[in-house]
């Protein structure tokens, strides 16, 4: 147990840079270095975890918690993952929340909203490359774009349609014959779900009782969320974001992109930029302490699923894989969440460069157009300029979110 915990500690405090980072680095300690996992229980165990919703990089470190200690295990790998970068958002999210009308903070962080429009459209990019196999992935995530962003469609019910018509679709038989694996007993299965439930939903029914309107209404939002994040953090964004700042008034538009450079620049799993949001809702409502328990309830229902999700499918992963209408429901899922994050990148786009967005109405459709006169050329010299260094340069994240803040606080500078 102790090897358990130096080893995914180092995961933890060094998971920067995205999943794809996060599980190449996974990779290398936990297949080169501590033969843990062979190279096919790795590949196995990823794509398990992307059936899943929620972070597939930290599940995959639950999993292989799992597969080292059992439940004990899979607890201590999953949340010393997630732990280190928890208690940076709560430092940033708090500094944020006292200094963050500074000019100095905000010009820092125009150069951060600018920079992350050019690392969603690196995320669209890297992800397209994965998730477009076939030419009906292109019609699929077509659908998917037009339905989020003409129509509004939620994007739950997008996911759902996109996994009943590939689970449909899917006529190719897997020749390989499954594993002859041990299989769990159903009794076990179904005490693990109920305990995990148990856990997941004890806290949200005290928030009901004792009648704490705000922290409810968090739990049950973000529960929901976690339910439907499949594809990474960033096919949720715009819906997460659009849900916050239209629905609940919880942050604006700009803090909500100020939260995600944050979380991009942190170690841990994109899906943190949750805790930033919990944490500036509660502040907002009741100060330093409401803000940490906001922040708490929030990590809280994000994360518990997903070890409830590891622990109760681990057993069934080998036989799983096998399934032909479960491997069409993924890809159908993926090839839309390509659309979903289109949606995205123009969405997000659209508030960092232009100061007023009105909405075309155009029979059911509603379209955003930016109004071309309020344009801030600032924050689109800083993207392109990001974008230059991340896609043309390749200098890595992290130093494009310094260029990006260094750039906006630079414009503070007088000309003269």
């Not at 597969?67 to 280190?84: M, Y």
């Not at 704490?212 to 953090?233: D, N, R």
Request: charged residues 10%; contains cysteine.
């Amino acid at each position: 147990m102790n090897d358990l915990f130096s080893t995914f500690g180092r995961i933890g405090l060094l998971s920067f840079g995205g999943p794809a980072a996060q599980i190449a680095l996974m990779h290398r300690v936990l297949v080169d270095e501590k033969a843990w996992l062979n190279e096919k229980e790795f590949l196995n165990a990823l794509s398990f975890s992307m059936l899943l919703p929620g972070p597939e990089a930290m599940q995959l470190a639950t999993y292989a918690g799992w597969r080292q200690g059992g439940t004990l295990g899979g607890l201590v790998a999953g949340g010393l993952f997630v732990l280190p970068g928890a208690l940076v958002i709560a430092l940033l999210s708090t500094i944020y929340a006292f200094y963050g009308d500074v000019p100095l903070i905000d010009a820092l962080f125009l150069g951060v909203q600018a920079t992350v429009v050019a690392i969603v459209i690196e995320a669209l990019l890297k992800v397209t490359k994965k998730a477009i196999r076939r030419p009906a992935d292109w019609g699929i995530a077509a659908l998917a774009f037009v339905a989020i962003f003409a129509f509004a469609l939620p994007f739950p019910l997008i996911i759902a349609m996109a996994a009943i018509w590939g689970a449909l679709m899917q006529r190719d038989p897997v020749h390989e014959q499954p594993p002859n694996t041990t299989i769990v007993p159903l009794a076990g299965t179904f005490r693990t779900i109920a305990v995990w439930m148990g856990i997941w939903g004890a806290p949200i029914a005290f928030l009901v009782l004792i009648d704490a309107t705000l922290l409810t209404e968090i739990a049950l939002f973000f529960s929901k969320l976690a339910v439907v994040t499949f594809g990474g953090a960033y096919a949720v964004l715009a819906y997460m974001t659009q849900s916050i700042v239209q629905d609940f008034g919880w942050i604006t538009t700009d803090e909500m992109m100020d939260g995600l450079g944050l979380a991009e620049t942190t170690p841990g799993p994109l899906i943190l930029v949750t805790e930033f949001v919990g944490f500036l809702a509660g502040y907002r409502e009741g100060g330093l302490l409401l803000g940490l328990l906001a922040a708490l309830v929030t990590l809280w229902v994000t994360f518990v699923p997903c070890f409830l999700w590891i622990f109760a499918g681990a057993p069934y992963v080998a036989r799983l894989l096998h399934m032909p209408r479960l491997s069409g429901a993924l890809q159908s899922i993926t090839a839309a969440v390509v659309g979903v994050i289109l949606n995205l990148s123009i969405w997000f786009s659209a508030h960092v460069f232009f100061a007023r967005i009105d909405t075309v109405e155009i029979g059911p459709m509603h379209i955003l157009k930016p109004e071309l006169s309020s344009v801030d050329w600032l924050a689109a010299t800083i993207a392109l300029v990001a974008a230059v260094l991340l896609l043309g340069l390749r200098i890595g994240l992290g130093r494009t979110l310094l260029a990006g803040a260094t750039m906006g606080m630079i414009s503070l500078l007088p000309l003269t």
